[in-house]
């Protein structure tokens, strides 16, 4: 049974970092393309960033760039998420998703079977 589980979320100042892992477990096959996205109070769950296991491309959408950084360690089976410099509108809940079946992972529109529970990230001002 494919698992996919998140940690590293928690409560910082603006200007802070925190570093968000999701270890996948119980599948057969390479990890492919993962993905981390989050969900804001009141709005829709969004792409944040992806990257190929494989081929090493990465996504990121335009608010993140240049302040977080993805990375996969395919020993681990684990795929990072590197927040820096983080804002208020930050704040959200992060989730990490798994097996792209659909999409395009570097163009940041793979669809995924395999979701986490998510965790959450506060920044406040």
């Known amino acids: 049974q494919v698992q996919v589980m998140e940690s590293g979320g928690g409560s910082v100042q603006a200007g802070g970092a925190l570093r968000l892992s999701c270890r996948v477990s119980?599948?057969?096959?390479?990890?492919?393309?993962m993905g981390w996205f989050r969900q804001g109070p009141g709005k829709e769950r969004d792409v944040v960033s992806t990257i190929h296991a494989d081929f090493g491309d990465t996504y990121y959408a335009d608010s993140v760039k240049g302040r977080f950084a993805i990375s996969v360690d395919t020993a681990k089976n684990t795929v990072y998420l590197q927040l820096n410099d983080l804002k208020p509108e930050d704040t959200a809940i992060y989730y990490c998703a798994h097996d792209q079946i659909a999409g395009s992972c570097k163009l940041g529109t793979a669809e995924f079977t395999y979701w986490g529970q998510g965790t959450q990230v506060t920044v406040s001002s």
């Open positions: 119980g599948f057969p096959h390479s990890l492919n393309c």
